[in-house]
């Protein structure tokens, strides 16, 4: 599957080549680095594509066009990392293979049996599991099955990116109209010399204008013109 370059979907992708001579993919978004990997290793493909859906930049589909893969692919990645670990994703460079095959199993198999013995430990459900399916399974891979659901739940209640972004205009403007009523405001009640010299001006005559233009020049001031 052919891998985007260029400009797509908010993203400029640039080719490169390093030192080794391999031509290196580096993905940008808003001016920002956000992944690179070698377009020649299908392990690092695999990763980068990971790391911008996990990164919250980007849907499984753009991921898997920028990285050459079908969502569908995509979401086998993802899922395998998230129960067995990245080991698992990167086991061999030839492509999908057995992790994706068996992972809907290893799934099956790792809820049944903390359903029927909540009590065990991971390590003896990953022992358990192990022997049933005659596969390895890792204690870790039973502790993100046991625990997905709270950390689906911890995802739902996050604020969400475009939230964020939303609540970061808001304090900005309360940060902004704070500033310029600060900029306004003299601290008349707490400073004495000040204090007195209103006291002073409240109990003087206002001036009287003996001219027509001292007489507008007063009037404006009262309206606040200067």
Known sequence: MAMKTGKYKGFHIIKERDKRGKTVHIVF????????????????????????????VCTQKVAGDICGFHRNTVFKLIRTKRILGVEVIIEDNRGLKSPYKYIGRVRSCIKKLLRKYPDWTDQVIAEEAAKDLKIEI?????ARIRTEKQDRKKDSELPTKAELINMAIAAD??????????????????????SEKIEQCSEEAPPQATLKSDQRLIERLQQGAF
């Open 138 to 142: 890792s204690r870790s891979a039973v």
């Open 29 to 56: 978004l808003k001016y920002i680095p956000v992944v690179r990997f070698d377009s020649g290793s299908v392990n690092e493909r695999k990763l980068a594509a990971i790391d911008l859906v996990e990164k919250g």
């Open 173 to 194: 403007e309360v940060d902004r109209c704070n500033f310029d009523n600060r900029q306004m405001e003299l601290n008349f009640k707490w400073n004495k010399e000040v």
